[in-house]
């Protein structure tokens, strides 16, 4: 449940936004619930589902290339084309970051916004891949 209100695993990274989390993190409670409550009445299945590997830019691009592949990955369902906004949030990401210095800029993706559903990539990125999504939105 957590899970699909957060986006966040047990461990802490961030789900693929192609599962669409963003969404069921609007739900209710009650509709979370009903819904976690009839997964558990599944039986279980015994079958090996492979982890979500990155491809084309997000994974071979580098610099401000690769930030564009990664944005395109996890950011952009919630903060839209060259992050304009969306229905997920109130603040075009590029007014706001026009405002911020590179390290408060990387410290909202890699900590997230407490009380939002922006999560926090820390765990699921690394250092370069975040200073690459920097770049990218550095250009817009
Ligand atoms: C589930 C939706 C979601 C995803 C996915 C997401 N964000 Fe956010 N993000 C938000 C929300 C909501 C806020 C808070 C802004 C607001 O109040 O609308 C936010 C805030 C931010 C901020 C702080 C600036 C501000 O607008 O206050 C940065 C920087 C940011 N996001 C970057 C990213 C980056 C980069 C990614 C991808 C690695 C990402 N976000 C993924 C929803 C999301």
């Known amino acids: 449940m957590i899970a699909m209100r ?3 695993r047990p461990d802490g990274t961030v789900i693929l936004p192609f ?6 993190s609007r739900w209710s ?5 009903a819904v ?3 997964l558990r009445s599944l039986e279980p299945i015994d079958h090996e589902v492979p982890a979500s590997e990155l491809t084309g ?3 071979t ?3 401000a290339t690769r930030g ?4 395109d990955v996890y950011c952009i ?4 084309e060259k992050g304009s906004g969306s229905p997920f949030t109130t603040v075009a990401l590029t007014d706001a970051a026009s405002g911020m210095d590179d390290t408060t800029l990387s410290g909202f993706i890699s900590e997230g916004l407490p009380g939002t559903s922006m999560p926090g990539f820390g765990k699921t990125l690394t250092d370069e891949q975040i200073a690459d999504l920097v770049a990218i939105i550095r250009t817009w």
Request: aromatic letters at 16%; proline letters at 6%.
């Open 6 to 8: 957060t986006g966040l």
């Open 19 to 24: 599962m669409p989390w963003p969404s069921y």
């Open 29 to 33: 409670e009650d509709d979370l619930r």
């Open 36 to 38: 976690w409550l009839y």
């Open 57 to 59: 830019a997000a994974a």
């Open 61 to 63: 691009g580098r610099g």
């Open 68 to 71: 564009e592949g990664l944005f």
């Open 77 to 80: 369902v919630c903060h839209g």
